[in-house]
Protein backbone atom coordinates (compact mmCIF):
# COMPACT_ATOMS: atom_id res chain seq x y z
CA UNK A 1 0.00 0.00 0.00
CA UNK A 2 3.16 1.82 0.30
CA UNK A 3 3.51 2.80 -3.53
CA UNK A 4 -0.64 3.71 -3.46
CA UNK A 5 0.23 6.15 -1.03
CA UNK A 6 3.08 7.48 -3.45
CA UNK A 7 1.17 7.02 -6.56
CA UNK A 8 -1.63 9.58 -4.79
CA UNK A 9 0.49 11.96 -3.15
CA UNK A 10 3.08 12.26 -6.70
CA UNK A 11 -0.22 11.98 -8.54
CA UNK A 12 1.75 9.39 -11.09
CA UNK A 13 -0.67 6.66 -11.79
CA UNK A 14 -0.63 3.48 -13.05
CA UNK A 15 -3.00 2.61 -15.97
CA UNK A 16 -4.79 -0.34 -14.22
CA UNK A 17 -5.15 -0.82 -9.99
CA UNK A 18 -6.90 -3.34 -8.48
CA UNK A 19 -7.82 -3.41 -4.75
CA UNK A 20 -9.34 -6.77 -3.42
CA UNK A 21 -9.01 -8.46 -0.06
CA UNK A 22 -11.40 -8.99 3.47
CA UNK A 23 -10.70 -5.51 4.78
CA UNK A 24 -13.54 -3.06 3.83
CA UNK A 25 -12.71 0.32 4.99
CA UNK A 26 -9.15 -0.23 3.42
CA UNK A 27 -10.17 -0.64 0.14
CA UNK A 28 -13.25 1.76 0.37
CA UNK A 29 -10.88 4.28 1.95
CA UNK A 30 -8.08 3.79 -1.05
CA UNK A 31 -10.75 3.43 -3.70
CA UNK A 32 -11.64 6.93 -2.85
CA UNK A 33 -8.74 8.09 -2.05
CA UNK A 34 -7.78 7.59 -5.79
CA UNK A 35 -10.28 8.67 -7.23
CA UNK A 36 -10.72 12.25 -5.40
CA UNK A 37 -6.78 12.42 -6.69
CA UNK A 38 -7.31 11.27 -10.65
CA UNK A 39 -10.55 12.67 -11.03
CA UNK A 40 -11.71 15.58 -7.96
CA UNK A 41 -15.11 16.56 -8.24
CA UNK A 42 -15.54 15.64 -12.20
CA UNK A 43 -18.51 12.83 -12.79
CA UNK A 44 -18.74 13.69 -16.58
CA UNK A 45 -15.51 12.09 -16.90
CA UNK A 46 -16.23 8.98 -14.35
CA UNK A 47 -17.31 5.65 -15.77
CA UNK A 48 -18.60 3.29 -12.76
CA UNK A 49 -19.90 -0.14 -13.74
CA UNK A 50 -21.22 -2.29 -10.85
CA UNK A 51 -21.61 -6.37 -10.36
CA UNK A 52 -23.70 -7.44 -13.57
CA UNK A 53 -23.04 -4.19 -15.13
CA UNK A 54 -19.76 -5.07 -15.64
CA UNK A 55 -19.37 -6.34 -18.79
CA UNK A 56 -16.02 -6.46 -20.73
CA UNK A 57 -17.26 -5.01 -23.75
CA UNK A 58 -18.80 -1.97 -22.22
CA UNK A 59 -15.48 -1.66 -19.91
CA UNK A 60 -13.38 -1.45 -22.77
CA UNK A 61 -16.07 0.60 -24.77
CA UNK A 62 -15.68 3.34 -21.69
CA UNK A 63 -12.07 3.01 -21.57
CA UNK A 64 -11.34 3.85 -25.28
CA UNK A 65 -13.25 7.31 -24.43
CA UNK A 66 -11.39 10.06 -24.64
CA UNK A 67 -11.82 12.97 -21.87
CA UNK A 68 -13.51 15.76 -21.89
CA UNK A 69 -11.78 18.85 -20.91
CA UNK A 70 -10.03 16.68 -18.32
CA UNK A 71 -6.53 14.89 -18.04
CA UNK A 72 -8.04 11.45 -17.35
CA UNK A 73 -11.31 8.93 -17.80
CA UNK A 74 -11.69 6.77 -14.73
CA UNK A 75 -13.02 3.72 -15.18
CA UNK A 76 -14.28 2.20 -11.70
CA UNK A 77 -15.19 -2.00 -11.79
CA UNK A 78 -16.52 -3.11 -8.69
CA UNK A 79 -17.45 -7.04 -7.32
CA UNK A 80 -17.42 -7.63 -11.24
CA UNK A 81 -16.51 -11.54 -11.06
CA UNK A 82 -14.14 -10.98 -13.65
CA UNK A 83 -11.54 -12.57 -11.59
CA UNK A 84 -13.39 -15.59 -10.82
CA UNK A 85 -14.54 -16.52 -14.79
CA UNK A 86 -12.79 -15.74 -18.37
CA UNK A 87 -12.12 -12.62 -19.16
CA UNK A 88 -9.54 -13.17 -22.17
CA UNK A 89 -10.79 -9.74 -24.19
CA UNK A 90 -10.50 -7.65 -20.95
CA UNK A 91 -6.61 -9.71 -20.37
CA UNK A 92 -5.79 -8.92 -23.77
CA UNK A 93 -7.25 -4.63 -23.52
CA UNK A 94 -5.19 -4.17 -21.01
CA UNK A 95 -1.88 -3.62 -22.99
CA UNK A 96 -3.41 -0.96 -24.74
CA UNK A 97 -5.01 1.27 -22.59
CA UNK A 98 -4.83 4.71 -23.60
CA UNK A 99 -2.41 6.93 -21.89
CA UNK A 100 -5.59 8.87 -20.66
CA UNK A 101 -7.58 6.14 -19.02
CA UNK A 102 -7.18 4.79 -15.84
CA UNK A 103 -8.56 1.67 -14.51
CA UNK A 104 -9.53 1.10 -10.89
CA UNK A 105 -11.14 -2.75 -10.10
CA UNK A 106 -12.23 -3.47 -6.32
CA UNK A 107 -12.88 -7.03 -5.56
CA UNK A 108 -14.35 -8.71 -2.84
CA UNK A 109 -13.68 -12.14 -4.56
CA UNK A 110 -10.32 -13.12 -6.17
CA UNK A 111 -8.54 -15.75 -7.55
CA UNK A 112 -4.83 -14.61 -8.05
CA UNK A 113 -4.41 -17.56 -10.35
CA UNK A 114 -6.73 -16.28 -12.82
CA UNK A 115 -4.86 -14.33 -15.77
CA UNK A 116 -6.85 -11.26 -15.22
CA UNK A 117 -5.18 -10.56 -11.77
CA UNK A 118 -1.66 -11.94 -13.22
CA UNK A 119 -2.39 -9.54 -16.10
CA UNK A 120 -2.82 -6.49 -14.02
CA UNK A 121 0.16 -7.82 -11.88
CA UNK A 122 1.96 -7.61 -14.92
CA UNK A 123 0.81 -4.04 -16.61
CA UNK A 124 -0.70 -2.40 -13.41
CA UNK A 125 -0.54 -2.49 -9.73
CA UNK A 126 -2.82 -4.96 -7.06
CA UNK A 127 -2.82 -4.24 -3.39
CA UNK A 128 -4.11 -6.84 -0.88
CA UNK A 129 -6.31 -5.19 1.65
CA UNK A 130 -6.25 -8.11 4.31
CA UNK A 131 -6.97 -7.27 8.26
CA UNK A 132 -4.67 -5.26 9.73
CA UNK A 133 -1.86 -6.53 12.43
CA UNK A 134 -2.67 -5.26 16.16
CA UNK A 135 -0.04 -3.12 16.13
CA UNK A 136 -0.83 -1.72 12.55
CA UNK A 137 -4.46 -1.44 14.35
CA UNK A 138 -2.67 0.58 17.70
CA UNK A 139 -0.82 3.20 14.86
CA UNK A 140 -3.97 3.50 13.45
CA UNK A 141 -6.14 4.33 16.38
CA UNK A 142 -3.94 6.94 17.52
CA UNK A 143 -3.65 8.55 14.60
CA UNK A 144 -7.58 8.46 14.69
CA UNK A 145 -7.55 9.72 18.34
CA UNK A 146 -4.89 12.38 17.93
CA UNK A 147 -7.13 14.34 15.29
CA UNK A 148 -9.81 14.04 17.72
CA UNK A 149 -7.49 15.43 20.67
CA UNK A 150 -8.03 12.27 22.17
CA UNK A 151 -5.63 10.20 24.29
CA UNK A 152 -6.49 6.38 25.40
CA UNK A 153 -4.99 4.42 28.42
CA UNK A 154 -2.51 1.21 27.13
CA UNK A 155 -4.95 -0.65 29.09
CA UNK A 156 -8.10 0.96 27.29
CA UNK A 157 -6.32 0.44 24.09
CA UNK A 158 -6.22 -3.28 24.96
CA UNK A 159 -9.68 -3.97 26.31
CA UNK A 160 -10.77 -1.88 23.29
CA UNK A 161 -9.08 -3.86 20.48
CA UNK A 162 -10.25 -7.14 22.38
CA UNK A 163 -14.28 -5.79 22.13
CA UNK A 164 -13.85 -4.05 18.56
CA UNK A 165 -12.25 -6.98 17.19
CA UNK A 166 -9.58 -6.22 13.93
CA UNK A 167 -12.53 -4.49 11.11
CA UNK A 168 -11.52 -1.30 10.72
CA UNK A 169 -14.79 -0.20 9.97
CA UNK A 170 -16.24 -1.44 13.49
CA UNK A 171 -12.96 -0.19 14.62
CA UNK A 172 -14.19 3.66 13.38
CA UNK A 173 -17.68 3.46 14.37
CA UNK A 174 -16.65 2.34 18.14
CA UNK A 175 -13.88 5.22 18.34
CA UNK A 176 -16.64 7.61 17.12
CA UNK A 177 -19.17 6.50 19.67
CA UNK A 178 -15.91 6.62 22.45
CA UNK A 179 -15.41 10.11 21.28
CA UNK A 180 -19.00 11.27 21.39
CA UNK A 181 -19.49 9.49 25.07
CA UNK A 182 -15.64 11.20 26.73
CA UNK A 183 -17.06 14.48 25.48
CA UNK A 184 -14.78 17.52 26.65
CA UNK A 185 -12.22 14.79 28.60
CA UNK A 186 -9.41 14.16 26.46
CA UNK A 187 -8.54 10.92 28.40
CA UNK A 188 -10.13 7.65 27.33
CA UNK A 189 -9.82 4.93 30.05
CA UNK A 190 -11.10 1.28 30.31
CA UNK A 191 -14.40 1.97 32.44
CA UNK A 192 -15.13 4.27 29.27
CA UNK A 193 -14.78 1.52 26.80
CA UNK A 194 -16.72 -0.78 28.37
CA UNK A 195 -19.34 1.41 29.04
CA UNK A 196 -20.06 2.34 25.37
CA UNK A 197 -18.14 -0.46 23.42
CA UNK A 198 -20.00 -3.36 21.50
CA UNK A 199 -18.04 -7.09 22.09
CA UNK A 200 -17.72 -7.98 18.18
CA UNK A 201 -17.29 -11.49 16.74
CA UNK A 202 -13.12 -12.34 18.41
CA UNK A 203 -14.70 -11.61 21.76
CA UNK A 204 -17.75 -14.13 20.90
CA UNK A 205 -15.12 -16.62 19.20
CA UNK A 206 -13.09 -16.65 22.99
CA UNK A 207 -16.14 -17.70 24.43
CA UNK A 208 -17.22 -20.39 21.99
CA UNK A 209 -13.64 -21.85 22.79
CA UNK A 210 -14.25 -21.30 26.51
CA UNK A 211 -18.07 -23.10 26.45
CA UNK A 212 -15.44 -25.99 23.99
CA UNK A 213 -13.04 -26.59 26.46
CA UNK A 214 -15.54 -26.99 29.32
CA UNK A 215 -17.73 -29.58 27.11
CA UNK A 216 -20.61 -27.28 27.58
CA UNK A 217 -21.93 -28.13 23.85
CA UNK A 218 -25.26 -26.27 23.84
CA UNK A 219 -23.43 -23.08 24.62
CA UNK A 220 -20.92 -23.39 22.18
CA UNK A 221 -23.24 -23.71 19.65
CA UNK A 222 -25.66 -20.84 20.60
CA UNK A 223 -23.39 -18.43 20.24
CA UNK A 224 -22.44 -19.85 16.77
CA UNK A 225 -26.04 -19.31 16.15
CA UNK A 226 -25.82 -15.71 17.28
CA UNK A 227 -22.80 -15.24 15.12
CA UNK A 228 -25.04 -16.04 12.21
CA UNK A 229 -27.64 -14.23 13.16
CA UNK A 230 -25.82 -11.17 13.04
CA UNK A 231 -25.09 -11.98 9.22
CA UNK A 232 -21.64 -13.31 9.97
CA UNK A 233 -20.31 -15.93 6.91
CA UNK A 234 -19.94 -19.71 8.44
CA UNK A 235 -16.42 -19.41 6.74
CA UNK A 236 -15.24 -16.59 8.26
CA UNK A 237 -16.43 -18.09 11.52
CA UNK A 238 -14.12 -20.94 10.29
CA UNK A 239 -11.44 -18.82 9.81
CA UNK A 240 -11.60 -16.95 13.41
CA UNK A 241 -11.86 -20.40 15.06
CA UNK A 242 -9.19 -21.62 13.60
CA UNK A 243 -6.86 -18.18 14.08
CA UNK A 244 -7.51 -18.79 17.98
CA UNK A 245 -6.72 -22.38 18.11
CA UNK A 246 -3.51 -21.70 16.30
CA UNK A 247 -2.68 -18.51 18.89
CA UNK A 248 -3.86 -20.67 22.01
CA UNK A 249 -1.29 -23.15 20.36
CA UNK A 250 1.73 -20.29 20.10
CA UNK A 251 0.61 -19.61 23.41
CA UNK A 252 0.84 -22.84 24.24
CA UNK A 253 4.25 -23.48 23.06
CA UNK A 254 5.72 -19.91 24.68
CA UNK A 255 4.60 -20.89 27.90
CA UNK A 256 6.36 -23.83 27.68
CA UNK A 257 9.60 -21.87 27.67
CA UNK A 258 8.73 -18.80 29.74
CA UNK A 259 6.64 -17.52 32.50
CA UNK A 260 7.06 -14.04 31.39
CA UNK A 261 3.66 -12.79 30.61
CA UNK A 262 5.46 -10.24 28.57
CA UNK A 263 7.86 -12.56 27.13
CA UNK A 264 4.82 -14.63 25.54
CA UNK A 265 2.46 -11.99 24.64
CA UNK A 266 5.55 -10.15 22.50
CA UNK A 267 6.51 -13.59 20.87
CA UNK A 268 3.02 -14.37 20.14
CA UNK A 269 2.34 -10.82 19.23
CA UNK A 270 -0.41 -10.21 21.44
CA UNK A 271 -0.89 -7.76 24.39
CA UNK A 272 -0.30 -8.50 27.55
CA UNK A 273 -3.89 -8.53 28.79
CA UNK A 274 -5.26 -10.90 25.92
CA UNK A 275 -2.06 -13.19 26.48
CA UNK A 276 -2.89 -13.26 29.95
CA UNK A 277 -6.54 -14.71 28.87
CA UNK A 278 -5.58 -17.01 26.27
CA UNK A 279 -2.44 -18.64 28.95
CA UNK A 280 -5.46 -19.79 30.79
CA UNK A 281 -7.52 -20.87 28.00
CA UNK A 282 -5.06 -22.60 26.61
CA UNK A 283 -4.61 -24.47 30.22
CA UNK A 284 -7.69 -26.74 28.84
CA UNK A 285 -6.08 -28.15 25.81
CA UNK A 286 -2.93 -30.51 25.24
CA UNK A 287 -0.72 -29.61 22.29
CA UNK A 288 -1.95 -32.44 20.76
CA UNK A 289 -5.52 -32.13 21.12
CA UNK A 290 -5.22 -27.87 19.83
CA UNK A 291 -3.06 -29.87 16.63
CA UNK A 292 -5.63 -31.95 15.79
CA UNK A 293 -8.59 -29.40 16.00
CA UNK A 294 -6.46 -27.25 13.47
CA UNK A 295 -6.26 -30.30 11.59
CA UNK A 296 -10.41 -30.48 11.83
CA UNK A 297 -10.51 -26.59 10.95
CA UNK A 298 -8.56 -27.85 7.69
CA UNK A 299 -10.63 -30.73 6.86
CA UNK A 300 -13.93 -28.64 7.41
CA UNK A 301 -12.53 -26.14 4.91
CA UNK A 302 -11.70 -28.69 1.97
CA UNK A 303 -15.64 -30.63 2.91
CA UNK A 304 -17.03 -27.21 1.69
CA UNK A 305 -14.70 -26.70 -0.85
CA UNK A 306 -15.74 -29.51 -2.59
CA UNK A 307 -19.41 -29.51 -1.92
CA UNK A 308 -19.46 -32.56 0.40
CA UNK A 309 -21.56 -30.18 3.12
CA UNK A 310 -22.84 -26.54 3.14
CA UNK A 311 -20.73 -24.39 5.37
CA UNK A 312 -23.23 -23.59 7.91
CA UNK A 313 -23.92 -27.52 8.38
CA UNK A 314 -20.00 -28.42 8.37
CA UNK A 315 -19.06 -25.52 10.74
CA UNK A 316 -21.66 -26.40 13.54
CA UNK A 317 -20.63 -29.95 12.78
CA UNK A 318 -17.04 -28.96 13.46
CA UNK A 319 -18.40 -27.17 16.71
CA UNK A 320 -20.34 -30.34 18.07
CA UNK A 321 -16.96 -32.36 17.50
CA UNK A 322 -14.70 -30.34 19.25
CA UNK A 323 -17.29 -30.26 22.33
CA UNK A 324 -16.54 -34.26 22.24
CA UNK A 325 -13.41 -34.84 21.65
CA UNK A 326 -10.04 -34.80 23.94
Do not use: H
Request: glycine share 4%.
Amino acid sequence: MQKLNQDIKERTFERVYCLFGEEEYLKRSYKNRLIQAISGDDTMNVNRFVEKEAEVTAIIDAAETMPFFADYRLVIVENSGLFKREADQLVEYLDRVPDTTIIIFAESQMDKRSKLYKKINTVGYAAEMGRQSEKELQMWILRFLKQENKQISARAMELFLEMAGDDMENIRMELEKLISYVGERSGIMPEDVSAICTPQVSGQIFDMIGAVAARRQQEALRLYYDLLTMKEPPMRILFLIARQFNQLLQVKEAAAKSRDKAVIAKACGLTPYVAGKMISLSGNFSREVLLSYLQLCVQTEEDVKSGRLTDRLAVELLIIQFSQRR
